[in-house]
RNA sequence: GCUCGAGUGGUGGAAUUGGUAGACACGUUGGACUUAAAAUCCAAUGGCCAUCGCGGCCGUGCGGGUUCAAGUCCCGCCUCGAGUACCA
């Protein structure tokens, strides 16, 4: 008998599923809370013990705030597409659907063991037509709509068309590709296509030739943050760029609301930090510099004056007086038509040599100076100076305009680019009280903003910032340049070359691309018989049969990439079963956003942006009342493995204990955790893991085999994967619940260790025991609490309160810890305290709690129950054991009344016995009195 | 390189506003119960010194500083982790 976690574990879960005890439904009486975990991926090897942490941490916070009384919406789905099960399909020919299915079921089966208290009636699976219907909803929104600088927000195309009809693109300011000016004449006279081509320009969602990344192993194009240092992000294979064809959303224009939304939500600094930095925002200029001669006059529009000049973008025009030569990206689209007959054939193979050369080579040989000259020359505007236009793949195409202005005195890049090549280096920018030096004798260039600007004209003598402010003015006077600001930001790229993802809404009439009707929604994803490319290189759904509109036109053959499903989920769990919208108005305005959302800090780049550039543009549409969608994030850290090695004696089938393998040549393998316990090895076990150990023989000390062990991130081949299974089958979820977050703090990372399991299920059984005798018979009594008992209480009532308040649960564990050890010591079985702690701990062990919940006589679940407020009368104090220290170091302990005037304080203080051998010979020269907190002596 | 975060016993960690450093738990050691084991319970447990049942010194990565008082604040370093990577 004694405390039995698994049948009650198993009866509760039971109730929970028959009753919808968790069902989230609208209730204009209560104040809504919506607490949201990151959706997980199902893959094939299920949970293991850092899955759940931060589920374990929501759901505590959910049951609170049901406790608090709040309508809590605590939705649980899946993000269902996703390469591993593709990449099975094409292993096997399962489809990834039914590997998805399957993987489903088994989460869910582990989930459930848990005891989360979601509302499954809402969830959501990415895969689903009924979801993704909208995530193609959505997607043609894009598709129609632009974005109005003027306004500051995304509008119909319509009215944009209207616009041109009418006025021609002028007087328009959007987020769009470069664009010549047209008239209405123009506009009106243009074919169908060209007028379509022209959209395309303006689109949220559009399709263009852009450089992309791609890959070749996996067969698609990744997005800027699916690739880490050159190689992909799932798999880990190179990456090249590529001119392609693809989708692409037009995020750039949400650059400033993205940046500027950061300071309306509540996530962690280092979060929004990394958010700002992939957003880079850079205020500067951007500068023409003309040409010295247009060099194929044939070649040049006379009247397009772009391209008499090279546009150049600075964060220092301040230094536009160092300006001592140009650098142009290899892919710079003027290189060609400037580049002198003399220099074509090196310009041309240094172009082919940076265009083959892989994005990793190109990161890490970034020490290498390259370049080639074009032989074409400049005019820098301010001196008018002739300077040296030269080529090199420092010099980013995506970035600015593709094109810089080199500074070397006052550029690190540039002085390498010009100490190599022997270009001029002007010193414009002297530190403060220095003296201009000779360039030639640098080492490096000056960068600091911190100086005084000399030879440069008319900003001699102003400081850096003085300097920028009156360059700008007076380029822009001149008509050559303006200020401006630039963002890092990149749009994202939307199309894969994949099967498992969403088809687009998408169908082409004379190769132009159309979208599909609201009604002709969901287009589900066709049967293909081969998941792998055409022959002729096109995607998967190329292989399907009839993947063609009612009326004949080709549907497009790409499927959008993981993060479209994943942008707006949030939003379709407030009515996941709506058919004829992607969630009514009325859940929208009850539920309007997330109001704590708990994950990983692996998103803060990609899902965390898109999904918040997702929300602001439904915003825009008047689709969602909240700007942004999530108003409080917390990352949970990751839980990594600790790896247990055994030492095997090099050669041989012999394995030395831990602290014996110095005295041979040993090598370390890793062995399966579950054979280890304390560091001690299971010998016996061992042998029988696997046939090469079957005859293994060893060394031990003190009659034990000691592991070794080492924390490494968790993985199958480090043989340290914890699965949350097998710790429920031994201890219960209630056990692994208070476990993980006894673990340490949410947000840090940690290592697995089940070491520590034991003390908290011990916790459960003493508190078990506080309630039931040895054959489970209720113990409680009416009988009336002692102060002691109550303080215990109210106590553990204050602080557990504060700690969920503020996400410290491994705080509130040993709060409770405290309290049930106090509680036994003081043999307390009284329910006018023992059923309050039944609540409080109902969020951290549901399961136990609805027990004794319900042997205390109680016929609904414990998540009704009022959560207890502490009372402070329980808790004053007539007395307070004041520390005294003598210079600051604790000598000695007085208990003197709460009450009690400082000066008295001093004087007791002074009194006591243990104080006269410190006040001995010395004099005290002050004495600190805080109340309630310490008496500090100085003596002297 | 730049940005951010973290360094506290054998281990995970606590100390919420500058105010008793090491709560709580694991582990270890000793003891009780038991034929024995498991479970349970009790005691000790930062290091060093000690006439080890009085008591003292040192101690929160390192070096300085502010303060009656610093794990906490300031300055300068070191180490580790994460993000980013020629972003002009």
Redesign the pocket.
Known sequence: MGYDFQSIEKKWQDYWRKHQTYKAVIDHNKPKYYVLDMFPYPSGSGLHVGHPLGYIASDIYSRFKRHKGYNVLHPMGYDAYGLPAEQYAIQTGTHPEITTEKNILRYREQLDKIGFSFDWSREVRTSDPQYYKWTQWTFIQLFNSWYNNKTKKAEKIDLLINHFKEKGNAGIDAACAEIDEFTSDDWNGYSETKQQEMLMNYRLAYLSNTMVNWCPELGTVLA??EV??GLSERGGHPVEKKMMKQWSLRITAYSQRLLDGLDNVDWP??LK??QR??I?R?E?ASVFFNLEHKFDPKEIDPFDEEQWGIEV????PDTLFGATFMVL?PEHELVDQITTPEQKEVVEKYKLWAKNRSERE??T??K?VTGEFTGAFAINPLTNEKIPIWIA????S???T?A?MAVPGH?S?DFAFASHFKLPIIQVVVKDGDNPTDTSTWDDSYDSKEGIIINSGFINGLTVTEAMKDTIAKIEEMKIGKGTI?Y?LRDAIFSRQRYWGEPFPIYYKDGMPYALNQNELPLELPKVDSYLPTSDGNPPLANAKGWITSDGYPLETNTMPGFAGSSGYYLRYMDPKNENQYFSKEANEYWRDVDLYIGG??H??GHLIYSRFWNKFLYDIGLVCEDEPYKKLINQGKIQGRSSFVYRITGTNKFVSYNLRKEHQTQALHVDIELVN?DVLDVDGFKSWRSEFENAEFILEDGKYICGHEVEKMSKSKHNVQNPDSLIEKYGADTLRLYEM????LE????W?T??I???F??L??LWKLYFDENNNLIVTEKKATGEELKSLHKTIK?VT??VE?F?F??GV?AF??CI?ELNDQKCNSREVLEPLAILLSPYAPHVSEEIWSALGHKESISTATYPIHNEEFLTENTF?Y?V?F??K??F?ISLPVNMEKADIEKEALKAEEAQKWLEGKSVR?I?V?PL??I?I?VG
């Not at 793949?393 to 980013?396: A, F, Q, R, S, T």
């Not at 006894?742 to 703090?745: K, S």
């Not at 840090?748 to 290592?751: G, I, L, Y």
């Open positions: 800027n943050d880490k240092e600094d280092s930090e990394m930095n992939w880079g850079s500067g973008f600075t964060t220092r990206a190109r990161m040989e970034v290498n793949d420092y010099v980013l995506g970035y600015g593709g810089i550029d890049r630039n890092r800090d692996e803060a780049a304390n006894f673990l340490g703090p840090q990372d940690k290592p260790d070491n520590g034991e003390g908290v011990r916790f059984k003493k602080k504060s700690d503020r410290s491994n705080t040993s810890m405290i050890n054991n520390p220290s210079n600051g604790m000598r302990k002050k600190i805080v907190r310490i500090n100085v």
